[in-house]
Nanobody, 125 residues
C-alpha cells in the first residue's frame, strides 16, 4: 500500500520559514518524481515545486528564490523549505508522487497518481 504522509504545516508570521516533509512508503522512492501542490481556500490545487528522480528541481514562478525542494532517498523523504513566507502562501500543501511524469507535464496535477492527505500552512500578515 502506497502512503504519502506530510507534516510540518502550522501558523507562521509573514517573513517566517517552514519546512514541510513528506515521507513515502510502498514504492521504490528513488524512481519517483515528487511534487508539492497547494490549495488555497476557494481555489483549485496549484503546482508549487517538484523534484525528479535525478534531483533536478522545478518551481512555480511565485516561489522561486523563496522555496527549495530536496529529497533524501535513503529516508524515502521529500522536503519543501519555505522562506520569506507571504500571506498568499496560505494553503493546504499536498505531496504527490509519480513514476511516469514527462518533463513537459511536471507541473500538471494529473501527472501524479499518489497523493498525501495535506498539511495546513497559514501565514499571518
Amino acid at each position: 500500500q502506497v502512503q504519502l504522509v506530510e507534516s510540518g504545516g502550522r501558523l507562521v508570521q509573514a517573513g517566517g520559514s517552514l519546512r514541510l516533509s513528506c515521507v513515502v512508503s510502498g514504492v521504490t522512492f528513488s524512481r519517483y518524481t515528487m511534487a508539492w501542490f497547494r490549495q488555497a481556500p476557494g481555489k483549485g490545487r496549484d503546482f508549487v515545486a517538484a523534484i525528479r528522480y535525478s534531483g533536478s528541481p522545478y518551481y512555480e514562478d511565485s516561489v522561486k528564490g523563496r522555496f527549495a525542494v530536496s529529497r533524501d532517498n535513503a529516508k524515502n523523504a521529500f522536503y519543501l523549505q519555505m522562506d520569506n513566507l507571504h500571506p498568499e502562501d496560505t494553503a493546504i500543501y499536498y505531496c504527490a508522487a509519480s513514476s511516469s511524469v514527462i518533463l513537459s507535464a511536471i507541473r500538471q496535477e494529473d501527472s501524479y497518481y499518489h497523493w498525501g492527505q495535506g498539511t495546513q500552512v497559514t501565514v499571518s500578515a
